[in-house]
């Protein structure tokens, strides 16, 4: 089964607020990037890699991709407005006989390879995706204004990370004219694709603020 990485990376990092994207903010000795290129490059269970830059970044990502002697980079393309959009131009690298893609941020560094293995395994059950995902600890509560109108069941609600690992022709054609999503499983499930739940981990987290940054750089 032969599996692509898409790692997009194109994000301008607002939140973030540095003079740079946040995949080129320092972490450790190096631009951000590099720690989960240099994660999916060594996993035995990933085939080859696209990675999805910002405009006017494509060549810093080939040069850390270099440094760090990457040796499945297919391409690096230029993402665009959405993640949804970079997601879409990283796929249309991904070649038509790849079995399985992998969709991971940029901006969740530290991927422990045992959590891609994870998400493989559903996908050979008939599961069209598969996301790994944390069980929440707060109770959540829908609120418009400043009204709570709704309390959701907590044992339901679980918070999803990437890698999300989809069967390609079905991860394909859900990106064909979806809208705008905050992952690419909400686009399958919208499709009508059956995406499954597997155990996430903590150091998945998504790198979003400055305090986020300092946890992320103590895992490495
Ligand atoms: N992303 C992308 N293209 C976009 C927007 C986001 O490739 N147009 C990527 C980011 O690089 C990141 C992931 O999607 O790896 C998750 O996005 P997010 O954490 O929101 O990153 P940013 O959009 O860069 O941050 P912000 O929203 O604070 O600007
Ligand atoms: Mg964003």
Redesign the pocket.
Known sequence: MSAWAV???????????DDR???FVRLGDLPLLAEPLRRLDDSEWVDAIVV???PEWEEPAILCAEEIGASKVSACVT?????????RV?VAEVPEDAAVVLV?????PVLPDEVIPRLLEPLGRGWDGAVPGLPLADTVKRVQRDAVVETLPRDELWAVQ?PQAFVAPVLRSALDGAGDA?DCASLVEAAGGRVTVVPGDERLL???TRADLERVSQWL
């Open positions: 790692l997009v990376a194109a994000g301008r990092g607002e939140r973030l607020g994207p946040k995949a999805v830059a910002p993402g665009g407005a959405t993640r949804v959009e970079s997601v990283g991971h941020d940029a901006a969740r990437t905050t998504k790198v979003t």
